[in-house]
């Protein structure tokens, strides 16, 4: 077996779930994962934080929506108040490393040591999180390991199913034969997509500018989505979204729009943390 694959038993009359989960890196991402830390892109950062996390929050609370926010200890640190707000209002706050820290090539030692470091943090805004997101999408050999040590339910780093929830197996890759696998994990893996993710449509990262019309992203979404209502049943799509993206004009109207869509054709837009309640193998 290489992957133990789920459903979702939704709620009555609910065709798929959707999460509208934000990463809330801030300048974090900028500052670890493109060594960037001059002032234009810690304040696309700043942008996030003091523009995109309030509209965002104010758009969720006009739909009466809950959903999971993976915030950096970095981003709690630094904006502790912003944190607090968004847990204030109800949503769920999921680990994300500390500075944005890719965990591919760390070594044990210190990706234990982040993972800590990240707990730490949080717990001063008064999360204990069950969720993580992997800052660079990856994960170390260690990770899965880690996230088991440290009672974490559910992941959404990893992209080996598109519409529904799974226990990932770890693989073991080999280049002169077939690679291997050892039996699933008992941690629920919460599948995520590039393509259903904001920053590589629409931020601009220098030679990798994404930048496409919001009508170009929106016809991406509401065609996976429409797919998912038509031939997955028991599905779950997951959009990853950042408020320094997202929160842009642009972007938050087309957001506004996907969510109209998806609760005219009956999604149930939720947390991954009730969202996990539902799984069933």
Not at 27 to 35: K, Q, Y
Not at 37 to 48: C, K, L, M, Q, T
Not at 125 to 133: A, D, E, N, Q, S
């Amino acid at each position: 077996m290489i992957q133990k694959t789920g459903k979702i038993n939704l709620p009555e009359g609910k065709k798929i779930a959707l999460t509208l989960t934000f990463d809330f890196d801030s300048a974090s991402v900028w500052m670890e994962s493109f060594g960037k830390s001059s002032p234009i892109y810690v304040s696309r950062g700043e942008y996030g934080a003091v523009v995109g996390v309030p509209r965002i929050l104010d758009l969720l609370h006009k739909y009466n929506l809950k959903t999971t926010f993976f915030i950096p200890g970095h981003t709690a640190d630094t904006y502790p108040e912003v944190c607090k707000e968004i847990v204030a209002r109800g949503h769920e706050v999921g680990h994300h490393g500390y500075v944005h820290e890719d965990p591919t090539d760390l070594t044990l030692e210190v990706e234990d040591a982040i993972l800590q470091r990240g707990f730490e943090t949080l717990d001063k805004i008064g999360v204990k999180p069950i969720g993580y997101r992997s800052p660079g999408f990856d994960f170390s050999p260690n990770t899965l390991m880690l996230l088991e040590k440290y009672g974490i339910k559910y992941d959404s780093s990893l992209m080996g199913n598109d519409f529904y929830p799974y226990c990932p197996a770890p693989c073991h890759v080999n280049f002169d034969k077939g690679n291997t696998f050892d039996k699933p994990s008992s941690l629920v893996e919460m599948p995520c997509s590039w393509f259903l993710d904001d920053w590589p449509h629409a931020e601009f990262v220098m030679t990798r500018a994404g930048m496409k019309p919001q009508s170009e992203i929106y016809e991406i979404w509401k065609t996976t989505f429409d797919y998912g209502i038509k031939n997955m049943p028991n599905s779950l799509l997951n959009v990853a979204l950042h408020p320094q993206v997202s929160g842009r004009a642009h972007m938050i109207t087309m957001l506004e729009e996907f969510i109209n869509h998806a609760l005219e054709n009956d999604a149930w837009i939720a947390p991954f943390e009730e969202i996990l309640e539902r799984v069933e193998f």
